[in-house]
């Protein structure tokens, strides 16, 4: 059984560009959901995605993006990048089916540096 | 709005010891899930332990256990033998039983095994 994979692994960006990052869930997991974790803190729940749509967001302005594909992978895009945005980002998979239905298994993280 | 309040920012144990992680939570539902990740310098999330708020019973998991206090909305994890591999950040997380099952999450405990 495949976990969940998360790319890259770290990266630096400039102030005001755009960043995407991917996840790719665990084998017969149809959830994705983001976490921002800032330095230091406890993650901040970002977005859900289910069946290819958003399916609950947190307190994140709409220059947060995301997208699910077929697969079940899912992308974070974020627009206009602000130093704050400086965080280590989780993906966490999920299933709606099963014993262990909507329990939540986390990727390794994205670490982004904002400059 | 649900809370997530761990006070104590670190704890430090002795090798073999015991040592017990606090957590206080607040809501206004009647049903949802308490958890405990840990958090290793390897960034990933690991599921330590679960709880279902319904359930009068306290889960345990080999060495660990929690101290389940619905009234009160406290939820303690206890570690017995403590290891250097328990070495690592341990977060408390809330999640509802509504339709996106985000988690809410504490700040944190930073917990030292002292050899």
């Known amino acids: 059984e495949t976990g969940v994979t998360q790319s890259p692994t770290h990266l630096i960006k400039t102030r005001g560009q755009q960043v995407t990052l991917r996840c790719s869930s665990q084998s017969g997991h149809n959830t994705v959901s983001w976490y921002q974790q800032a330095l230091g803190q406890g993650p901040q729940f970002i977005f859900q995605?289910?069946?290819?749509?958003?399916?609950g967001r947190g307190n994140f302005p709409p220059r947060f993006s995301g997208l699910q594909f077929p697969n079940y992978s899912s992308e974070l895009n974020v627009n206009a990048l602000e130093l704050d945005d400086s965080a280590l980002y989780l993906c966490a998979s999920s299933s709606n089916q099963g014993q262990d239905s909507y329990e939540q298994y986390f990727g390794p993280g994205t670490r982004l540096t904002v400059t | 709005a649900q809370t997530v309040t761990q006070s104590q920012p670190e704890m430090s144990v002795q090798e073999a010891e015991t040592v017990t992680l606090s957590c206080t939570y607040d809501t206004s539902e009647s049903d949802y899930y308490l958890f405990w990740y840990k958090q290793p310098p390897s960034r990933q999330m690991i599921l330590v332990i679960r709880?279902?708020?319904?359930k009068q019973q306290n889960a345990t998991e080999n060495r660990f256990s929690v101290n389940f206090q619905k009234a009160a909305k406290s939820f303690s994890l206890k570690i017995s033998d403590s290891q250097l591999g328990d070495a690592a950040m341990y977060f408390c997380?809330?999640?509802?039983?509504?339709?996106?099952?985000?988690?809410?999450w504490g700040a944190g405990t930073k917990l030292i095994i002292k050899p």
């Open positions: 709880q279902e708020a319904y």
């Open positions: 997380a809330y999640r509802s039983l509504d339709s996106n099952y985000q988690l809410i």
């Open positions: 995605y289910y069946r290819e749509e958003e399916n």
